[in-house]
C-alpha cells in the first residue's frame, strides 16, 4: 500500500527527481552566503583595523614629527631673540639706522653689523639660518644682510604686510620676491626697537633650500636608505595651503615647492586643525594621509602612506577564503543531495499541504504520524493552517468594515450633496451621520461672520433642538473640543472626555464618554466643525478620523455650494424687484402717482409689514417750486400708512 501511494505521488509530480539538485541550488547559497559574508566581514576587519593601526600609527608620528619641527622654529626664533639683544649690534645698528647711506660711518656699520648677523648664522658648526639681514621697518630696505647682494634692495613682502614686523614670529611664505622666488622659505621675525632710532629696525632669519631640505629629510620616518637608495614605504611633505606642496626629491637635499591646486589633498585638510583622511591621489592611488598646522607659521606637515602596500598582505588572506569557499560549496552540494534523497518521501505530505494551503483550503491538515523532527514541523504547519486562518478571516472582517465605513460615507455625501437648502442639507447631514454609524449624538457648529464663535447649526434629536433654541455657541479657540478644532482647523479625538482639559462639559449630555470633531473647511477657510459623541470610551479609531475628515471636506464644499445658491437667489430676487419697480413707474408723470406705486409694489415684493417712501429734494428745486411735495407713505391696500 504504502509503495502504491509513493508510485502515486511520482506520478503526480514528475519533477520529484531533481528535487536533491533543486534543494541543494536552494540551500547552497544559505551556507555559502553567511560563509561569504563571514569571510568578506573578517576581510573587512582585518582591512579595518590595519587602517586603524596606521592611522594611529600616522598621528603618533605625525604629533611626534610636528614636535620636532616647532623645536625647530622655536630655536631659531630664541636665537634671532637673543641675538637682538646683543649691546654691540644694537649700537651698531643705532648707527646705521641714524648714519647716512652710503656715508663711511654707514658703510663701517654695515661691515660690522654683517660680522653679527654672520655669527647668528650658525650654532655650534650646524647653520641655523640660509641667511640673515636686517630691514627698515618703514620702507622695507635692506640694511645689512649675510648676502651682500640683498643690502640696499627693497623687500616687498614689508611694504605689503606679508611679512609681520609687530612681534616675534616665523611664517612659510612661497614665491617672496629678492629672497626667495619660485621657492618655499621660512622667515624667523624679530622686531628690533631701539631708543634715539629714526626708524625700527626688523631681523629676518631666512631658511630656504639646504636647511629646509634638512628638516625635511628629518621628518622622512618612512624612508630609509639602503647604500645610495632611498626606499619610501610613506611620504611626509609640507603643506602651505591653499596650494603649495613642499617635497624632497628623491636624490636631492633641495625641496621642490610647486603649485598644486588640483591636488585633491587640499580639498580634504582644514588648515586649522589636525586631521587623517583617505583619497585618491592625482594618479588615482588610494592614500591615507595624516595632517598637522605647524603652530603659527601656516605650515602644515603631511605624512602620506599608500594602501595598495599597505594592504598588500590582505591579497593572500583573499586567496585562502575563495578557496575555503569553493571546497565548502561542493561538499555541501554533496550532503545535501544525499540527505533530501532520505528525506523526500515525508516532504510530499508537506508539499501538498503547501498547494492547498495556496489555493484557500485553510481546512487541510498534515498527518501528525512521525515523532521526530518531521512530525514536529508538521504539526507547526497545522498550528500555521490556524493561525493563518485566523488572521486571513481578521482581515476580511477589517476590510468589510472599512468597505462599510467607506460606502456609508458615500451615501452620507450622496444623500448630503443632492440636497439644495442649507438647513435641510445640515439636518438631512447630522440624522444620517447618526443613523449610518450609530453615534450617541451628531452635531454641527457654523462659524458667525466675525469667526469669534462657532453657533450650534444643526443637532440630532431633542437635545438638539432644545440647543438650537437656546442659541447654543461656542467661542473659537475657547475651552471646547469645538473651539479647539476651529481654532487650529485640525481634527481633535477625545477617547476619554474626563480625561481631556479642553472637553466642554455640557449638561444635555450626561452619557458622552468620547467626542470626536474635525473641522469643516474649504480652501484653508474654515466654516465650522462636525462633532459626533458616543457613549462609550475608546469609541473613535483613527480610520474613523479619516473618514469623518472625508465626509467633512464634502459636507464643507456642500455648505459653501448652498450658501453660494442662497446668495446668487438673494440677487436674483433684488433684481427682479428693481425690474418690477421700474416697469411700474415708468409713464407716470405725477410725483404723487409716483410715490404711491412705488411704495406699493415694494410692499408686496418685499413682505414688509409697513413701508415708507421719502423723496429728498434739493434746494434749487425747492426755491424754484411752487407748490411744497409732501412725504408719501406706502402701504398695503388694506392698511395704509
Known sequence: MFQLRDRLRTI????????GRRLAIIILPVVLIPLILQGGAFFIRARTDMLDQATSQLEADLRTETQTISDWVTIREERLLLGSQRESLRTTLLSLINTRLGSQTFQYAQDNIRVDLLDLQSQTEQNLFSDILIVKASDGSVLAATDEAWEGEILTAI????????????????????????????????PIRIPMANDDAVMIGVNTDLTLGQLLESVQVYTERIGVYRVERGETYFLLPPDVIIRLPRYSMEPEATEQPDNPIFAILDPAQSGTSQYTNEDGDPMLAAFSPIGETGLMLAMELSQTEMLGNLATLANSSILIVVVTAIVVTILITIVTNRLLAPLGDLTEFAERISRGDWQYRVPEERDDELGLLAQAFNRMATDLRGIYQSLEERVEERTRQIQTAS??????????????????????????????????????????????????????????????????????????????????????????????????????????????????????????????????????VEVLQTLADQLSAAIQNARLAQSSALAADRARVISQVTQELSGMLEVEQVLERAASVLHQALGQPELQVELVLSQEYQESSTRPIDTLAGSSEEDEA
Open 12 to 19: 503526480q509530480n514528475p519533477l520529484r527527481g531533481s528535487m
Open 159 to 190: 611694504r605689503d604686510g606679508s611679512l609681520p614686523i609687530d612681534e616675534l614670529t616665523s611664517l612659510a611664505l612661497y614665491n617672496v620676491p629678492l629672497l626667495s622666488p619660485d621657492k618655499m622659505s621660512m622667515f624667523t621675525i624679530m
Open 411 to 544: 451615501q452620507v455625501a450622496r444623500a448630503v450633496t443632492a440636497t439644495p437648502a442649507l438647513e435641510d442639507l445640515l439636518l438631512k447631514a447630522v440624522n444620517l451621520i447618526r443613523d449610518q454609524f450609530g453615534y450617541y449624538y451628531v452635531s454641527i457648529f457654523l462659524l458667525d461672520e466675525h469667526n469669534e464663535y462657532a453657533n450650534l447649526a444643526e443637532a440630532t434629536g431633542d437635545v438638539g433642538k432644545a440647543l438650537i433654541a437656546r442659541g447654543h455657541r461656542l467661542q473659537v479657540g475657547g475651552q471646547s473640543i469645538i473651539g479647539w478644532v476651529t481654532s487650529n482647523n485640525q481634527p481633535r479625538v477625545s477617547s476619554e472626555v474626563s480625561q481631556d482639559p479642553v472637553h466642554f462639559r455640557n449638561e444635555f449630555l450626561p452619557d458622552t464618554r468620547a467626542e470626536l470633531a474635525v473641522p469643516l473647511q474649504v480652501g484653508g477657510t474654515v466654516l465650522g466643525a462636525l462633532d459626533v459623541q458616543s457613549d462609550h470610551v475608546e469609541a473613535f479609531k483613527p480610520q474613523d
